[in-house]
């Protein structure tokens, strides 16, 4: 069984900061890319950062410079910082790894929300 709890969501004003974590446990053997998505109100989950075991970043084009992904891999956690968020970064987050034998799990989502 394995289980990912994110936390670090929540209310913030328009150009604030927040830092995500993500935290996997359970019967991992290893963990691959470690990544999050989001998904706002009547749209479609989107990509928003992930991270390969070799610590290589890739963001969707709207976060960079703006959004860090990072990871510790000895606590089995991925970290999303967001920086100079926007109204339209509201989302619900949601972690996402892909773990050796075992394939893709999500987490059950952190809700962000920006606004004044």
């Known amino acids: 069984q394995v289980q990912l709890v994110e936390s670090g969501g929540g209310l913030v004003q328009p150009g604030g900061s927040l830092r995500l974590s993500c935290v996997a446990s359970g019967s991992i053997v290893s963990i691959y890319t470690m990544g999050w998505y989001r998904q706002a109100p009547g749209k479609q989950r989107e990509l928003v950062a992930t991270?390969?075991?070799?610590?290589?970043?890739n963001y969707a084009d709207s976060m960079k410079g703006r959004f860090t992904i990072s990871r510790d891999n000895a606590k089995n956690t991925v970290y999303l910082q967001m920086n100079s968020l926007k109204p339209e970064d509201t989302a619900v987050y949601y972690c996402?790894?892909?773990?050796?034998?075992?394939?893709?799990?999500w987490g059950q989502g952190t809700q962000v929300t920006v606004s004044s």
């Open positions: 996402n790894v892909d773990l050796e034998r075992l394939g893709y799990f």
């Open positions: 991270i390969t075991s070799a610590d290589n970043p």
